[in-house]
T-cell receptor, first 113, second 114 residues
Framework: DGGITQSPKYLFRKEGQNVTLSCEQN?????MYWYRQDPGQGLRLIYY???????QKGDIAEGYSVSREKKESFPLTVTSAQKNPTAFYLC????????????FGQGTRLTVV | AQSVTQLDSQVPVFEEAPVELRCNYS??????LFWYVQYPNQGLQLLLK??????LVESINGFEAEFNKSQTSFHLRKPSVHISDTAEYFC????????????FGTGTRLQVTL
């Protein structure tokens, strides 16, 4: 089945540690996205990539980093510089064309203690 | 830049009653419009979208939305809701002429009860 796989589903980390969230897609999509979801705030764009080896900052990129070395993979690293990292993180992909819908993974819930 | 406003954070409704979830947007350019649904602890699924053509778009499970350019709105409606429609609904926009980077509203929680 084609789709987007995020792992792990739940992740716990101590404050001050970097953590990497995995996102893999087998839809052959060019574009991939990372969103952060907090209660009452909707989804906010962290980073996006429209092509391999290229990515752009979204609205809330501070404290996060990404890489896009392969078309299928778009990992997100939450660094110790992110002041409030506890959240639900959603990865998405699309064909990247105008009006193309985004397909979402099941999300990773990160809790920093 | 685009922005999306969903004024109702929660909408309680009885089963088999009609419902409308409101969505207004702001943009200096033409936009594409989307409604997504999210069930607890899951990702988002596309419900319906407006790209061009007929301003009334329908989903396979009975929802419909109407694009109103003059009022910059894209309200979601269903004439008779079911318990299984309980979920969070997000309105989103992307600007035409750009790759599909979505801007989301804050979401509306639809709670259907017996």
């Amino acid at each position: 089945d084609g789709g987007i796989t995020q792992s792990p589903k739940y992740l716990f980390r101590k404050e001050g540690q970097n953590v990497t969230l995995s996102c893999e897609q087998n839809l052959n999509h060019d574009a991939m996205y990372w969103y952060r979801q907090d209660p009452g705030q909707g989804l906010r764009l962290i980073y996006y990539s429209q092509i391999v080896n290229d990515f752009q900052k979204g609205d809330i990129a501070e404290g996060y980093s990404v890489s896009r070395e392969k078309k299928e993979s778009f990992p997100l690293t939450v660094t110790s510089a992110q002041k409030n990292p506890t959240a639900f993180y959603l990865c998405a992909s699309s064909r990247g064309q105008m009006g193309a819908e985004a397909f979402f993974g099941q999300g990773t819930r990160l809790t920093v203690v | 830049a685009q922005s999306v406003t969903q004024l109702d954070s929660q909408v309680p409704v009885f089963e088999e009653a009609p419902v409308e979830l409101r969505c207004n947007y702001s943009s200096s350019v033409s936009v594409y419009l989307f409604w997504y649904v999210q069930y607890p602890n899951q990702g988002l699924q596309l419900l319906l979208k407006y790209l061009s053509g007929s301003t009334l778009v329908e989903s396979i499970n009975g929802f419909e939305a109407e694009f109103n350019k003059s009022q910059t709105s894209f309200h979601l409606r269903k004439p008779s809701v079911h318990i299984s429609d309980t979920a969070e609904y997000f309105c989103a926009v992307s600007a035409t002429g750009t790759a599909s980077k979505l801007t989301f509203g804050t979401g509306t929680r639809l709670q259907v009860t017996l």
